[in-house]
C-alpha cells in the first residue's frame, strides 16, 4: 500500500509503502538526503488486515485552514481531515512535578513555561465547541494539569460550556490530598486519566526516576473515599520495562472496578534520533500488545479487541435515528483497539464472548439502508434492533445483569443518551490500546483520520501524532517565556 510519510530527519514529506514480510506489517520510506528508514508498522499480518475490514470514512464540517501544503502541513483542521474532534487536548502548562525521561512535554527540559492564561483556554473551547458536531469530550493535561491553581474553575468552565466529557490526565501527585479528589468531584469532572505504569515499583524506578506506586493506589483510596467513580489507567508500554505486567494491571483494574473504568495501554513513542535496530527491538504495536494480553491473562485472545471505527456505524444509526449529527469515531483502523469486560456474579467475561458485534454490525447496515431508502419509519426502527437484539447474545454466558447492561447500551446508542451510558460502565472495565506515532512509523492516512486533537492559542486544531511530532516545538517556542521570566510575571 502506497502512503506519504515524513523524514524522521528534515520532516519533509516523502513516499511510503506499507508491505507484508514475514507475517508482520512494516513501512518503509526514502528520503533524498537522509537514506532510507524502515519501521514495524503492526506485528501481525492477519490481524492488520482484520482491522482494515472496520475502514470507515468520515467527514468534517467546519475547517479552520485551507489545504495547502499537504498533509500534516495545513493543520488545521483543513478539508482534507476526515474526522471531527471526538476528544480534545488542551496542554494548561508545561510545568510538571516531575521530570520523567519518557514525557512530551516538560518545562525543566525546554527552560521555558508555555501557560495559557485562562481566557484564552477559553477561546480554544469555543472552537471547539464550534465543530459540528460540537466537540464532545475535553482532556486537560500538560505537563501537570494539577500543579494550575486554576484547574477546578476551568473544569466547571468546561462543563458550563457544554462538554459531556471532561478529563484530566495527571500524575497523581496532588490527589494524595482527599481533599483535592474531593473538590474535583464538586467540579463535575468526569474522568481522572491516571499515569500508571504498573503494580510493581520496577516500572516507576525505570520509567520516572522513583518509585511512585504507593502514589498511585493512594489516589484509587482517595477516589474511593470520595465516590468519585471514573478512573482510567493509563500505562505507558516499554519493552523490558513494564510489558511483563499487561496482565498484572488487567487484574488490578478489575479488582478495583468500582473506581476503576478502564485502562488505556499506550505504547512508548520514539521521539528522538534512535537506531533501526533499536527501534524494531523496543518498538511494540498493537498486535503486540494484543499478544501480551493473551499470555497473560486466561480470558482474554485477540478476537475480544476491535478496532476503534468498529463502532461508526453504530454512532451514524443514531445519527440518523435522531436526526441530528453525532460524533462518529472514524479513526483509522490502527489507531487502537478495544473491548470491554463485564464483571457479573464474580465472573469476568468479555462482551465478544457472548455477542456476535459482527453479526450485529450487519444488522445495523440493513438498518441504515432502511432509514435511507425511507421504507420503514425510525420508531419501528428502533424497535426492530431491540428485538433482534437477542439474535446476537449467548444468554447462557450472562446472568440478567449482564443482559441488562448490553441491552441498555444499545438502548442508550441510539437514544443518544450520555448520562445512561456513563452508568453502563459501572462494574464493565474498559480494555483498550492506542499507538501514538513518531517520525519513524509516521503514516498521513493515520493522521487525516486522526480524532484526538490539540487545540491551541491561535484557533487551530492539530492531531495528536502531528502536534508531538512536528508542532510542539514550534507552539511552546512562539508561545512560552523563560522560567525566570514567568517566575516574575507570577510574583507581579
Not at 20 to 29: F, M
Not at 226 to 240: C, G, I, N, R, Y
Not at 251 to 280: C, H, M, W
Not at 311 to 319: D, H
Amino acid at each position: 500500500m502506497k502512503t506519504i510519510s515524513i523524514c524522521p530527519i528534515c520532516h519533509k514529506r516523502i513516499p511510503a509503502e506499507i508491505y507484508e514480510e514475514d507475517n508482520k506489517v512494516y513501512i518503509k520510506k526514502v528520503c533524498e538526503e537522509h537514506g532510507e528508514f524502515k519501521d514495524l508498522y503492526w506485528g501481525d499480518s492477519k490481524y492488520y488486515k482484520r482491522a482494515l475490514k472496520y475502514w470507515f470514512d468520515g467527514k468534517i464540517k467546519v475547517y479552520n485552514t485551507k489545504s495547502k501544503n499537504g498533509c500534516p502541513f495545513d493543520c488545521g483542521l483543513c478539508p482534507n481531515h476526515k474526522t471531527t474532534t471526538i476528544l480534545a487536548n488542551i496542554d494548561v502548562t508545561n510545568r510538571c512535578n516531575l521530570n520523567c525521561p519518557i514525557c512530551f512535554a516538560n518545562a525543566n527540559k525546554t527552560g521555558k513555561v508555555y501557560e495559557p492564561s485562562f481566557e484564552e483556554i477559553k477561546k480554544m473551547m469555543e472552537v471547539l465547541r464550534n465543530e459540528l458536531p460540537p466537540t464532545p469530550a475535553i482532556q486537560f493535561a500538560g505537563g501537570e494539569p494539577t500543579v494550575r491553581d486554576d484547574l477546578i474553575d476551568l473544569i466547571k468552565l468546561a462543563r458550563e460550556m457544554g462538554f459531556l466529557q471532561v478529563q484530566i490526565a495527571t500524575n497523581g501527585i496532588k490527589l494524595k490530598n482527599l481533599n483535592y479528589v474531593k473538590k474535583l468531584k464538586e467540579a463535575d469532572l468526569s474522568t481522572i486519566y491516571l499515569q500508571f505504569d504498573g503494580v510493581s515499583e520496577n516500572p516507576y524506578i525505570k520509567a520516572r526516576g522513583k518509585n511512585l506506586l504507593p502514589i498511585k493506589e493512594k489516589v484509587i483510596e482517595n477516589c474511593r473515599k470520595a465516590d468519585f467513580k471514573s478512573v482510567v489507567l493509563v500505562p505507558t508500554l516499554v519493552k523490558e520495562v513494564n510489558d511483563n505486567e499487561v496482565g498484572d494491571i488487567i487484574e488490578y483494574a478489575i479488582k478495583n472496578s468500582d473506581v476503576v473504568r478502564g485502562i488505556n495501554f499506550q505504547p512508548v513513542s520514539f521521539t528522538g534520533r534512535i537506531e533501526e535496530e533499536k527501534r524494531l527491538k523496543w518498538r511494540i504495536t498493537i498486535p503486540d500488545f494484543v499478544k501480551l494480553v493473551e499470555e497473560q491473562t486466561d480470558f482474554l485472545d485477540k478476537d475480544d479487541f476491535y478496532p476503534v471505527p468498529s463502532v461508526a456505524k453504530l454512532s451514524l444509526l443514531a445519527s440518523k435515528l435522531l436526526g441530528e449529527d453525532k460524533p462518529i469515531l472514524s479513526c483509522h483502523p490502527c489507531c487502537g483497539v478495544a473491548t470491554y469486560l463485564i464483571i457479573s456474579n464474580n465472573k469476568i467475561i468479555p462482551i465478544t464472548k457472548i455477542i456476535d458485534f459482527d453479526g450485529f454490525l450487519e444488522e445495523v447496515d440493513k438498518l441504515i439502508d432502511k432509514i435511507e431508502g425511507s421504507k420503514i419509519s425510525k420508531v419501528l426502527i428502533k424497535g426492530e434492533l431491540l428485538k433482534d437484539l437477542i439474535k446476537y447474545i449467548d444468554l447462557k454466558k450472562l446472568g440478567d445483569i449482564g443482559y441488562k447492561k448490553i441491552a441498555e447500551l444499545i438502548i442508550n446508542i441510539l437514544r443518544g443518551d450520555y448520562k445512561a451510558l456513563v452508568k453502563f460502565h459501572h462494574n464493565v472495565v474498559m480494555v483498550g490500546c492506542m499507538h501514538f506515532m513518531d517520525p519513524y512509523n509516521f503514516d498521513i492516512q493515520r493522521v487525516s483520520r486522526c480524532a484526538i486533537h490539540y487545540a491551541l492559542p491561535d484557533g487551530k486544531i492539530i492531531p495528536f501524532c502531528s502536534f508531538n511530532t512536528l508542532y510542539r516545538e514550534e507552539y511552546e517556542e512562539k508561545y512560552s517565556m523563560p522560567i525566570e521570566e514567568w517566575k516574575n510575571a507570577k510574583r507581579n
